[in-house]
């Protein structure tokens, strides 16, 4: 369930340095076609892929993936901009950016729980971040959790020292006591609690339920977002969902495999979420549930200053496609 001008205005190298190495799925016979496809090293982003992988759903319908890792939402983004990514994975904190036309969201995945506001021990409550040191890495659903929990409290970034860096960074940096609190989100948070058992958490999406929901969702290019990949792509997203949901414990195993990864650190993980299957997707999409879902979200990126107006969430998603892939 994590995250920008400053991502925007950042060199295209910038979006290649945060990529882990390439992993090459797929055939390479004739007639199929490329796809290039971003994801984050969790259950979250990393689970269909290692399922389509598995599955060779990827050759079954026509294309040759090849996958890169990175370290957020927002620099996939920028990585389909800059045309090296046709297709990549976000968390809700990086919706904003497909609202404001630098993407299109082809598919939901997931509803997330990971993210979290923690504190050093000591801090047991979110009106005492007041003027302490907060690290948020910008855009991101931990940007979106410590906005809100800010608010509840009655404060705004204006009352903490905001100290941007990257989610990887917020793990070493809290773990060394150079951050008093941070937004951040499992299973990073994981490694943070074995150098720091006794932090405390102030703050969980579950909280802000009635207000908003986290969806994790599947981007493209706004090339991609029309074409032979716009069709094939969804196809596989499809049936990779209701894999995950019939062999969830598989599916686990797989991606382990694929993060080389301890099953039972992936299985924790795999619950902080509500995988999504096929058929659930397409009844939101007809009920108007993905549409509300979108346009609350468009709501908090208005108020903390990341849209100037809420856009129809048809301008840039397009349930209405993933739903049709079916047919």
Sequence with gaps: MKRRSLIFGAAATLA???????????SSSGGTTKVNFGYIGDYNGTSLLAVANDQKLWAK???????????????????????DLDFGYIGP???????????KIVALNSLGNADRVIAQAGITDLSQLKGKKVGVPEGTSGDMILTLALKKAGLTSNDIQRVPMEAATIVSAFSSGQIDAAGIWYPL??????KKPDLVELAKDADFASEVSFPTAFVASNDAASGDKATKVPQ??????????ANPDQT??????MLKQDEAAV???AANS????????DGYNTDGTAEKWFKGLGDYFVGAGKLKENPDPKTYYLGEAFSKAAQ
């Design 16 to 26: 290649l340095a945060a990529c882990g190495n390439d992993d090459d799925s797929g």
């Design 61 to 83: 319908h026509g294309l040759e993936a090849s996958t890169k890792v990175f370290t957020n939402g927002p620099l996939q983004v920028t990585a389909l901009n800059a045309g």
């Design 93 to 103: 904190g990086a919706i904003w950016l497909p609202a404001s036309g630098k993407a």
């Design 189 to 194: 948070l994981n490694n943070i609690k074995t």
């Design 236 to 245: 596989v997203l499809r049936e990779a969902m209701d894999y995950r949901k």
């Design 252 to 257: 686990v195993k797989l991606v382990a495999a």
């Design 267 to 269: 299985k924790a993980d």
């Design 274 to 281: 509500e995988m999504l299957d096929s058929k659930t997707i």
